[in-house]
């Protein structure tokens, strides 16, 4: 009998604000990385009926063009939409001597969500969102500069 296998995917959209200025380099072979930290909060009631606040925080990676747009336009604070998948990164600290593992997505799309008005001021119109910007497959991780 043949093994039954479900399908595997790794797919993960994520909206929320950036939690610091983005990092943008070039791998020795001049592809622009950018990374990004990223909140993402959700608001519930817990069981005594009082509001509260859980937040999330990640590393995103984005490549190319996207890369460099992020590194010259977004800011701490800003609001984007992430879809990626995520990767695992393991390493052991060279000063403890521990493993150390952390989970980051490697983005496919990213959108702002809010923006600067760049207007003149008063009866300026609102700038046209921008369109998600699609990020072809990453560079091989040997070639990233983090």
Known sequence: MSDLRMPDLNRVILAGRLTR??????????????????ASSRFFKGKDGEKREETLFVDVTVWEKTAEYCGQ??????????????????????STGQKRTRI????????ELDWEDRGSGGGAAAPSRPEPREIEEPIPEDDIPF
Request: glycine share 8%; proline share 4%.
């Open 104 to 111: 980051e997505i490697q983005a496919q799309r990213l959108q």
């Open 21 to 38: 200025d983005p990092e943008l380099k070039y791998t020795p072979s001049g592809t622009a990385v950018c990374r990004l930290g990223l």
């Open 73 to 94: 336009r977004l800011r701490k604070g800003r609001a984007v939409l992430v879809e990626g998948r995520l990767r695992s990164d393991s390493w052991e600290d060279k």
